[in-house]
């Protein structure tokens, strides 16, 4: 079984930045590709970003490449995902999510059926 735990949300304005932690306490992080999704009121649950085991490959959702990045601690077993720029269509319940290690992450990044665990999320809010 693997917890995770977000960190970092909170209320911003527009153009503000704002960084999102998330922490797992899976005995070795480095057997989990990492996920971060989101879900807006009244919206189905989105990809946002991914990393693969040892952080050399990352994923992006278009509406957020050049605003977000994602990265990864593994000796902390932390995930972290950065937003810049950010935009009132942000506004979101973000959640991280953990996929054991295996060679087809690549094309399945993008769906939340490959991530075995989430945490509870938290909530990022951009006023305009």
């Known amino acids: 079984q693997v917890q995770l735990v977000e960190f970092g949300g909170g209320l911003v304005q527009t153009g503000d930045s704002l960084r999102l932690s998330c922490t797992a306490s899976?005995?070795?992080?480095?057997?989990?590709?990492m996920g971060w999704f989101r879900q807006g009121p009244g919206k189905e649950r989105e990809f946002v970003a991914a990393?693969?085991?040892?952080?050399?490959?990352?994923y992006y959702a278009d509406p957020v490449k050049g605003r977000f990045t994602v990265s990864r601690d593994n000796a902390k077993n932390t995930v972290y995902l950065q937003m810049s720029s950010l935009k009132p269509e942000d506004t979101a319940t973000y959640f991280c999510?953990?996929?054991?290690?295996?060679?087809?992450?690549?094309?399945?990044?993008?769906?939340?059926?490959?991530?075995?665990?989430w945490g509870q999320g938290t909530q990022v809010t951009v006023s305009s």
């Open positions: 990393i693969t085991w040892f952080g050399i490959t990352t």
């Open positions: 999510a953990a996929a054991i290690r295996g060679s087809s992450f690549s094309g399945r990044y993008f769906n939340t059926a490959t991530y075995g665990y």
């Open positions: 899976a005995r070795t992080f480095s057997n989990y590709a």
